[in-house]
C-alpha cells in the first residue's frame, strides 16, 4: 500500500509527466500497428511497425521497457514481428548524476549517510530499468553493493502500465488469439513488487536458505541497516560476466549451465520459488581458490515469484503426462495451472508449445538445449505452429502463473544457448524431482517463508 506522507509516492504530476511522454511515443505506434491490422499490409509493414516501437520504448527506458522484454517471451501476447524486435531491448538506462545519489542517499539513510561507509564510489557500477547500483565498503572492509531506486519510479510504472493497455487493446482486438486479461494482472503485481527494496531483501534471505550449501551458486548477504525501502545494501560478490565465457573449453561451460540450471530449478522443485528475471546482467562467475571458474552468483531478487504447492505439482505432473502420454495427466496439469474450457484441439496446441519447453527435459542424453536447431530459430517453428492453430481454435485465456514461468523457462533456455551447453538436462531434472511431492513442498515452502519474513 502506498505510504501518504511519502513524498514519492505514486504522484499525479510525475504521473502525468510519464503519461505525456509513453502517449507521444506509443500513441502513434499503435495507431499504426491498428492500420496494419485493418487492413492487413503485410509482414514487411509489420516488421516497420515493430522497430517504431522498438525505438518509441528504448527512449523511454523506465518500467515500460522492462515489461517490453518480458512480453517479447510470451507466445502470441504481441504479434511475431514485434517479439522479435522487443527481444533487442536492453535494460540499461543513463545513470542518475551525483547530485542526485547524495540527496537520496541522505533521504533513505540520514544526513550523515557517508560516515556510515568506508567508501562509497560516485559513479555507478551498473545501471538498469528501476534503478542503478555503486559500489561502496563497509568500516569492517566488506565490500558492498548499493542498489539506489531512481525518483518518482511509482508514478512512472503506473503511468506505464496504463500504457501497455493500449498496445494490447489493439492487438487483441484486431489481430490477438490469446486473452491477455490475467497477464495484465500478473504483470502489473510482479513490477510493483519490484519497486519494494525490504521485500527484494527478503527474497535475498529466501534464496541464501534455498540454496545454502550449494558450492556451485552464492547468493549475497544483505545488510540490513545500510538498506530502507529504495535502497538496498548487499554485500558485492566479485565475478566476471557470464558472455565471457562463451569460448571457454566445454567443461567450464557446462559447469555455469549447471550453477544455473540448479539455482533456477531446485528452489522451483523444493520450494515453489522461481527467479523470474533471468536475464544475463542478474549473473555473474566466481572463480574458485585454483582460479577456475566455480559457478555463479545471482545478483538481483526482484522479481520472485512464489507459486502455490498445486502449481509446482501441475509442472510435474505435465512433465510425466507428455513423458507417458498420459493425455488425462496432462490435461489434468493444465488445469491446475488455471487454463478453462479446454477442448482436445486446445490441448493440443498447448501441447506444441510444451513439447518445445520441455523438450530437453524429456531427452534421456548429452545434448545441447537447442539440439542442432540455430539459436536464432530456436522456439520460433513451434510459436508459428502455435499462431496458426490458435486463430483457428482459439483464443485461449493464459492463466496469470503461467507469465512468469514462461519467461523464466525462456530466459534460462536462452543462457543455455549462449553457452552453448552440452548436458543430459533429462538428469539434472529428474535429480531435482526424485522426491518431489505437493506436501513436502508446502512444508518447505511455509518454512522458507517465515525464515525470510515473507510469511
Not at 513524498?7 to 491498428?34: C, D, H, I, W
Not at 493444465?334 to 487454463?339: A, K, L
Not at 530466459?411 to 506436501?439: D, K, M, Q, T, Y
Amino acid at each position: 500500500m502506498t505510504d501518504p506522507t511519502d513524498p514519492e509516492k505514486n504522484r499525479f504530476t510525475a504521473r502525468a509527466s510519464r503519461y505525456a511522454k509513453a502517449g507521444t511515443s506509443l500513441g502513434g505506434v499503435a495507431a499504426r500497428m491498428a492500420g496494419s491490422l485493418i487492413t492487413g499490409r503485410s509482414s514487411t509493414g509489420d516488421r516497420a511497425n515493430a522497430a517504431a516501437l522498438t525505438r518509441a520504448l528504448g527512449s523511454l527506458k523506465g518500467p515500460l521497457m522492462k515489461v517490453a522484454q518480458l512480453l517479447a517471451t510470451i507466445p502470441e501476447a504481441v504479434p511475431a514481428e514485434y517479439a522479435e524486435e522487443l527481444r533487442q531491448l536492453q535494460s540499461e538506462a543513463p545513470p542518475m548524476p551525483y547530485v542526485f545519489v547524495r540527496r537520496r542517499m541522505a533521504a533513505e539513510l540520514g544526513p550523515d549517510w557517508l560516515t556510515k561507509f568506508a567508501t562509497f564510489e560516485k559513479e555507478p557500477a551498473a545501471a538498469a530499468s528501476l534503478g542503478q547500483v555503486h559500489r561502496a565498503s563497509g568500516h569492517d572492509g566488506r565490500a558492498l553493493a548499493c542498489k539506489l531506486q531512481y525518483p518518482d519510479m511509482e508514478s512512472a510504472v503506473e503511468a506505464d502500465l496504463k500504457q501497455l493497455n493500449l498496445i494490447f487493446a489493439v492487438h487483441g482486438q484486431f489481430g490477438g488469439v490469446i486473452d491477455t486479461s490475467e497477464i495484465r494482472k500478473e504483470i502489473g503485481e510482479r513490477i510493483r513488487e519490484e519497486l519494494d527494496y525490504v521485500r527484494e531483501a527478503r527474497n535475498a534471505a529466501l534464496y541464501r536458505h534455498m540454496l545454502a550449501g550449494d558450492p556451485l551458486v552464492r547468493v549475497p548477504e544483505v545488510i540490513p541497516n545500510l538498506s530502507s525501502r529504495r535502497l538496498l545494501t548487499l554485500e558485492w560478490l566479485e565475478g566476471e560476466k557470464l558472455l565471457a565465457f562463451k569460448e571457454a573449453p566445454l567443461v567450464t561451460r557446462n559447469r555455469i549451465a549447471t550453477a544455473m540450471f540448479r539455482a533456477w530449478w531446485h528452489p522451483f522443485s523444493h520450494f515453489g520459488v522461481i527467479h523470474g528475471d533471468p536475464h544475463l546482467g542478474n549473473y555473474t562467475v566466481f572463480r574458485g581458490e585454483d582460479g577456475e571458474p566455480g559457478g555463479i552468483n545471482l545478483l538481483d531478487y526482484g522479481c520472485i515469484r512464489i507459486f502455490p504447492p498445486h502449481f509446482v505439482a501441475g509442472v510435474v505432473d505435465l512433465y510425466r503426462g507428455l513423458q507417458q502420454g498420459d493425455e488425462a495427466r496432462t490435461i489434468h496439469a493444465y488445469e491446475t495451472w488455471g487454463f478453462r474450457n479446454l477442448s482436445r484441439e486446445l490441448v493440443d496446441i498447448l501441447n506444441i508449445w510444451a513439447r518445445f519447453i520441455y523438450g530437453p527435459l524429456l531427452d534421456d542424453r548429452v545434448r545441447t538445449i537447442a539440439d542442432g536447431i540455430s539459436p536464432g530459430q530456436y522456439g520460433r517453428a513451434e510459436a508459428a505452429r502455435v499462431h496458426r492453430a490458435l486463430k483457428e481454435k482459439g483464443p485461449v485465456t493464459i492463466p496469470r502463473e503461467f507469465v512468469f514461468m514462461d519467461r523464466a523457462a525462456i530466459g534460462l533456455g536462452g543462457v543455455f544457448l549462449h553457452l552453448s551447453a552440452e548436458l543430459n538436462f533429462f538428469a539434472l531434472f529428474n535429480a531435482e524431482i526424485e522426491r518431489f511431492s505437493a506436501e513436502k513442498i508446502a512444508k518447505s515452502q511455509r518454512n522458507a517463508l517465515e525464515i525470510a519474513g515473507l510469511a
